[in-house]
């Protein structure tokens, strides 16, 4: 299996920016597509970014032109720069993989989530 953990979040005022790193360790084969989520207090769960191995990227409408998701695919892991923060980007961002298991199907994990605040 995939074990994500996910790394810098924090406070930031509207405006500012956070990078966001998620790296994966584990027993698996290869990794397919890598991924944000973020979850707000009484809001479903949505996708900010997602990136293949091959570097084909998709935003969230709500993201784009603001956020950039990246990946090293040497490190198995990924990145999301985030610039121009707004207090609406506030949430719990959880970071997921897709991964073919070194026996069995495709499958998808889950990180722990990182908490981003932008407050003034």
């Known amino acids: 299996q995939v074990r994500l953990v996910e790394s810098g979040g924090g406070l930031v005022q509207p405006g500012g920016s956070l990078r966001l790193s998620c790296v994966a360790s584990?027993?698996?084969?290869?990794?397919?597509?890598m991924g944000w989520y973020r979850q707000a207090p009484g809001k479903e769960r949505e996708l900010v970014a997602s990136?293949?191995?091959?570097?084909?990227?998709t935003y969230g409408d709500s993201v784009k032109g603001r956020f950039t998701i990246s990946r090293d695919n040497a490190k198995n892991t990924i990145y999301l720069q985030m610039n121009n923060l707004k207090f609406e980007d506030t949430a719990v961002y959880y970071c997921?993989?897709?991964?073919?298991?070194?026996?069995?199907?495709?499958?998808?994990?889950w990180g722990q989530g990182t908490q981003v605040t932008v407050s003034a």
């Open positions: 584990g027993s698996f084969f290869s990794i397919n597509s």
């Open positions: 990136i293949t191995s091959h570097h084909i990227t």
């Open positions: 997921t993989a897709e991964f073919w298991p070194e026996d069995g199907g495709l499958a998808e994990d």
